[in-house]
Each structure stands twice: as structure tokens, then as C-alpha cells.
């Protein structure tokens, strides 16, 4: 009996100690809790801050705006980006804040558009609705974060009402932004699950803008000459169109006074436009092909064929953003702003690359008799020269050298050689003089003349650099055409021999 008091007493003995134990324990839980709301409750004005930046970003997704800048600052302890919009909007990123739970983020819906979501644990995102029920846009609502009572609340009306969402436990969440990356095309926002959208910079935009205008006006240059096309059209005079040390193409003047820019393309476009006669009606139209696909009429928004001719309109091609991507639009003259998106033959939008080369033409030759304009279809328009006008030059190829008449490049040469040039001038003007310098180590030593009938003709003896280093491969001669106040270039590239 005395042994089973004994036992009792000290039975009692440890669960008086194991509740203070647990006692003690659960303060100190308490405590920490506490601490951890506290350093939440300091938190919230820059989690605010945060979640109102996101909706400015999504805005400017949703409103195409553009970046027109973006520069590395520094935030506190982090790295920031100060972002300056073309709509003159600045804000303040950074990758991210420490997210608190629940975790509130963005996804796009099925209509295109971002809305907000909370997320509770491991569980999946939901859509954070307000009091009837309806999603909140992420670009027009910035939900307002507290912590009231120990409970994490939100309002959508500017603090008007409050909606609980969940106990302010102090656990560690998820930033809604997972990275930001920038190009000088886009720059690109990762999202915590993992979606990815994009905002295009206003350089990268203008730079696509420019490059099509270029092909537009390679568009009318088409409908002007294949409407205009007779025995009465001729070459006046030619000027090179230079691109930094590059002949780009040929500025053609017409006998009828009109002046045409044509520029020579490259292979991989990403459509081709050409012009098809209907057999039919005997009538020339636009056509477009995109990437291997067929030729289909180009239709106006009438559902209408577009006639190759100057009274119908020509196709102008420019380039549209929605909601990060770019893609190429058409319209025609004079409702340039009236367009229709450019599709593949399965109907899908044709998006803009940094590494798209539009043009028309695919190459520009000149001629002893005329100027020949290839198409991207591979057809082919002969211009004539006006004799009588003006002087024209051409030129012979060095023995054992050979001329791709479509890149302007002479190739197949060597270090430190002597290589003489051809050259004929058509119909020739009283005190014509022609010179010619070295560029990138060539050094012109003789330009030889002789006279025969309506024609001069020559010799450009030059030599090449001694040697060719690894980043230069290629040296060039200019040569120089001039009478009167008239003065014509032509750039000679020879590439070295490998």
C-alpha cells in the first residue's frame, strides 16, 4: 500500500513537470509567433508596394505599352531595375520579395488577360475573387494587404471593406516573380509557375517599324515598275545605297523623273510577297507566301484581290503588339491603319524575329545594257540604260577571280598580290575622270585609260595587304565616276582566299 502511494505521488510529480514543460513550451511558440506577425505587420506597406508594381507591369502588357529604358539600381540590400515606359510611367522592379503566405499571383485567363490568385500551402493557385464572386484583373485592381487581429486580410476597393483570407502564421511564401531577364529586344518576366510573358523595348519596336517601311516602299518600288514597265522606261543614272561599308542597293533614276530604291535581300524570309497574273482576267495581283507554304492572294477588307497597280493600292506591311509578342500586320494605302493580320495557311499569326531580313528583291545586277531586278519569286525585270544621258561603268574580274554579281564580293585572292581591274564606260561625257582609292590595306598603284569610239575603257592596278588577320578578311577598292557636278561610287570587295 505505502509502495502504490509512492508511485502515485511521483506519477503526479512528472505530469505536474511535463505541463510546465508544455506550458513553457507553447509561450515560447506563442512568443515566437508573435515576433514573426510583428516583423510581417513592418512588412506589409512594401508587400503593398509589390503587388501595386505587378499591376503596373500587367498594364503595360495589356496596354502594349513599351520599355523605353531600363537601368540597374539598388534597392536597399537587393538588386532593382529602374523601368521607364514609352507611356512615361517609372516604376521600381526587383526579382522579387520573400513572399508571405498565402501567396497571392497572376495568371492569364482564357481571354488573354492576367487576374489575380491566392495560394494556400501546396495547394493549387485559385482565382481571388471579390464579394461577388468575380475575379479581380490583375492590371486594374491592386488587392491591399493587412494583418488585423492575427489574420492576413485583403481589399480591392482601396480599403473601403476588408475580405480574411487566412491566419497571419508568419511562414515563408512565394514571390510572384521568379526571374526578370533583359535583351535588348524584351525584356522577360518568369513567373513563380513557371509562365513566362514578355514587354517589347521601343528600340527593338522602331527597329521593326523601320525595317518595314523599308519593304513597303520595296512594294510601291514593284507596283511602279511592273504598272509602268515599256519601251519608253529607262536608267538614267544609278547611286549606291551604302549601309556602313555595305552596298545595300541601288538608287535608280528614271527617264520619267521618278527615283527608285531598290535593295538586294537575303535568303530565310520569314513571307514573300510577289506579284501573279490571274490567266483569267489577264490582271496582275499581290500574293503571299509564308515560310514553305503556297502562294494565296493578298485580300483587301473588302475580301477583294489586290490588283498590282498604283490606282488599287499597295500592301504596307508594319508590326503589332499583343500582350508581349509582336507579329506582322498589312494594310493598303490611303487606310494605313485599317489592317489585317498576316497569317500562315493554317491561320496562325506570323510573328516578328530579331533575325528577319525582309526585302523584295532578291538581287539588283547591273548590266553592260541594263539593270536587272530580281524578285524574291525569282522572276526577273530588265530596266534599260538611257544612252545618251549619262555615263554608266562596268567591270572585269581579275584572271582567276571570281564575281557573284548578287553580293558585289570578288573572292578567291590572295595576301600581297598585284591584281588588275577592268573597267568600261558607256557612253562617256566630255572631261569624265575616274579614280579609285584603297580601303583596308589595298593600295591602288595605277588607274590606266584609253579611249575607243563611244566607250572608255581601263585597268585599276592594286595591290593587297601583305597579310589578312582573322578579323579581316576582305579589302576594297573605291572607284569614282565623275563629270560636271555628277559623281557616282562603286565599291569593289575582294575576299581573301581560304
Request: with cysteine; glycine share 6%; charged share 20%.
Amino acid at each position: 500500500m505505502k509502495m502504490k502511494r509512492i508511485m502515485t505521488i511521483v506519477v503526479a510529480a512528472f505530469a505536474m513537470f511535463a505541463a510546465v514543460s508544455c506550458s513553457n513550451d507553447l509561450q515560447e511558440s506563442l512568443n515566437d509567433l508573435k515576433v514573426r506577425v510583428a516583423e510581417l505587420e513592418a512588412l506589409v506597406s512594401s508587400i503593398n508596394d509589390y503587388y501595386s508594381d505587378i499591376s503596373k507591369v500587367v498594364a503595360a502588357l495589356e496596354d502594349h505599352d513599351m520599355i523605353r529604358r531600363i537601368t540597374p539600381v539598388q534597392r536597399g540590400d537587393e538588386e532593382a531595375y529602374l523601368v521607364t515606359f514609352v507611356s512615361g510611367q517609372t516604376l521600381t522592379l526587383i526579382q522579387g520579395i520573400d513572399g508571405v503566405a498565402p501567396n497571392l499571383g497572376i495568371k492569364q485567363y482564357d481571354d488573354g488577360l492576367y487576374y489575380w490568385t491566392v495560394q494556400y500551402g501546396t495547394e493549387e493557385p485559385q482565382w481571388l475573387l471579390s464579394n461577388l464572386g468575380l475575379k479581380i484583373r490583375a492590371s486594374g485592381l491592386t488587392p491591399q494587404m493587412k494583418i488585423d487581429d492575427g489574420w492576413w486580410q485583403y481589399s480591392y476597393d482601396g480599403g473601403a471593406t476588408w475580405t480574411r483570407l487566412c491566419a497571419a502564421s508568419g511562414e515563408p511564401g512565394k514571390s510572384i516573380f521568379k526571374n526578370i531577364s533583359i535583351s535588348d529586344y524584351f525584356v522577360t518576366f518568369t513567373l513563380a509557375n513557371n509562365n513566362v510573358f514578355q514587354i517589347p523595348t521601343e528600340q527593338y519596336f522602331l527597329r521593326v517599324v523601320e525595317r518595314c517601311n523599308t519593304f513597303s516602299n520595296d512594294l510601291q518600288t514593284a507596283t511602279a515598275i511592273l504598272a509602268g514597265v515599256d519601251t519608253t522606261m529607262a536608267v538614267k543614272s544609278i547611286t549606291q545605297i551604302m549601309e556602313g561599308d555595305e552596298i545595300v542597293g541601288y538608287t535608280l533614276l528614271l527617264n520619267n523623273g521618278k527615283t527608285l530604291e531598290i535593295r538586294s535581300g537575303k535568303d530565310e524570309q520569314p513571307f514573300v510577297f510577289a506579284i501573279k497574273k490571274d490567266h483569267s482576267d489577264w490582271v496582275d495581283y499581290w500574293t503571299v507566301k509564308v515560310g514553305d507554304g503556297d502562294y494565296t492572294w493578298v485580300l483587301n477588307k473588302n475580301g477583294e484581290r489586290s490588283m498590282a497597280s498604283s490606282m488599287s493600292g499597295t500592301p504596307r506591311i508594319s508590326a503589332r503588339d499583343t500582350l508581349g509578342a509582336l507579329y506582322y500586320v498589312y494594310s493598303f494605302y490611303p487606310d494605313i491603319n485599317d489592317y489585317q493580320w498576316l497569317r500562315d495557311a493554317k491561320g496562325k499569326l506570323v510573328p516578328v524575329s530579331a533575325t528577319d531580313n525582309l526585302r523584295l528583291f532578291q538581287a539588283v545586277a547591273l548590266n553592260a545594257d541594263n539593270v536587272a531586278l530580281t524578285l524574291a519569286d525569282g522572276s526577273i525585270v530588265y530596266l534599260p540604260y538611257l544612252y545618251g544621258a549619262n555615263p554608266t561603268i562596268s567591270f572585269t574580274p581579275p584572271k582567276g577571280v571570281t564575281y557573284n554579281s548578287s553580293t558585289y564580293l570578288y573572292s578567291e585572292i590572295t595576301a600581297n598580290t598585284e591584281y588588275s581591274v577592268g573597267y568600261t564606260i558607256s557612253n562617256p561625257t566630255l572631261n569624265i575622270q575616274i579614280d579609285a582609292i584603297g580601303l583596308d590595306g589595298a593600295i591602288v598603284k595605277e588607274v590606266t585609260r584609253a579611249t575607243s569610239g563611244k566607250t572608255i575603257t581601263g585597268n585599276i592596278i592594286f595591290s593587297t595587304p601583305a597579310t589578312f588577320s582573322a578579323n579581316t578578311t576582305t579589302t576594297r577598292v573605291l572607284v569614282f565616276m565623275t563629270w560636271g557636278s555628277s559623281v557616282t561610287m562603286q565599291v569593289l570587295e575582294f575576299k581573301n582566299k581560304k
